[in-house]
């Protein structure tokens, strides 16, 4: 549920009306960024804050049933289309470029796609909910004739995407603190049981901590040489993937907003530097 902060940041940039060119977002960024790209402010804060907490949204419940710990057909196909509506019609005729990532599971290689390239509905229903599949405790999704889990494990922070599509400046947001670095996952043997069919896919579980590692120090070199800009916590954040408290996931979501909105004078200002010195290269 650290996603929190993210739509707090995202919601800030909507009231400010600062749209991007081109987005691309992995696992729940994915789906704070299709409402971004939809321009429905607080459609995120009102999925984390009314319904992440209700059974059907996630529980063992869920797993036992459908092998899935999140309640997928409810967040994908019954909240966006029946009790929240997601605006289908402002996403697909958004000018932004708007891409998600997801793991093959065949390869473990990350794949791309674009919203612009399918029907906004299937977009929803399918790509996001696979960008979301969490290894062990979800299950993949089928897409044509490949299996697709979270976006996370191949391409955890995909700036290196963004430059090679064209765009030299970028602006990241994350949802741990500066000094974080991830540690080896204590399940590993797990990962060795359930994907041992799946080399490609094992090798990318099982390095999964230095693949982020390293993602965050090629993010670093950017940020020192001022090719990107990246609101992040400025403390630890205490809110786990699975966090159902209700409380601690507003208090995330403010943390977001309030940050972004402390930043954005700075941010304006980054905006403006990297925009002369374009103009002038």
């Not at 600062?18 to 299709?34: C, Q």
């Not at 208090?251 to 905006?271: Q, V």
Request: proline share 5%.
């Amino acid at each position: 549920m650290r996603g929190a902060y993210t739509a707090g940041v995202l919601d800030l940039f909507l009231e400010e009306e600062i749209m991007f060119p081109y987005i691309i977002g992995v696992s729940a960024g994915a789906n704070n960024g299709a409402n971004f790209v939809a321009g429905q402010k607080e459609r995120s804060k009102r999925i984390f804050l009314n319904y992440s907490q209700k059974k059907r949204f996630m529980g063992l419940k869920n797993l036992l049933k459908k092998r899935n710990y999140f309640g997928m057909d409810f967040i994908y196909e019954v909240l966006p289309f029946e009790i929240d509506p997601f605006d289908f019609e402002a996403f697909a005729n958004s000018s932004a470029k708007f891409k998600v990532v997801l793991t093959d599971r065949e390869s473990g290689n990350p794949v791309y796609m674009e919203h612009k390239d399918y029907c906004p509905e299937f977009f929803v229903k399918k790509i996001l909910r696979a960008s979301s599949t969490l290894p062990l405790i979800c299950s993949p999704v089928k897409i044509e004739d490949n299996f697709y889990l979270d976006g996370g494990i191949s391409a955890p922070i995909p700036v290196k995407k963004a430059i090679r599509d064209g765009y030299k400046y970028n602006v990241l947001v994350l949802t741990r603190e500066e000094d974080y670095y991830k540690k080896p996952a204590k399940i590993r043997p797990l990962f060795k049981l359930f994907y041992r069919n799946f080399p490609g896919l094992l090798q990318k579980l099982q390095n999964r901590h230095n693949i982020y590692n390293e993602c965050l120090n090629f993010v670093r070199k950017l940020e020192e040489n001022n090719r990107v800009f990246v609101f992040r916590p400025q403390n630890e954040v205490k809110v786990n993937i699975l966090e159902n408290d209700r409380q601690k996931i507003k208090d995330l979501y403010e943390k977001g907003y309030s940050e972004t909105k402390n930043r954005m004078e700075n941010f304006k200002e980054w905006a403006k530097e990297i925009t002369s010195s374009r103009a002038i290269s």
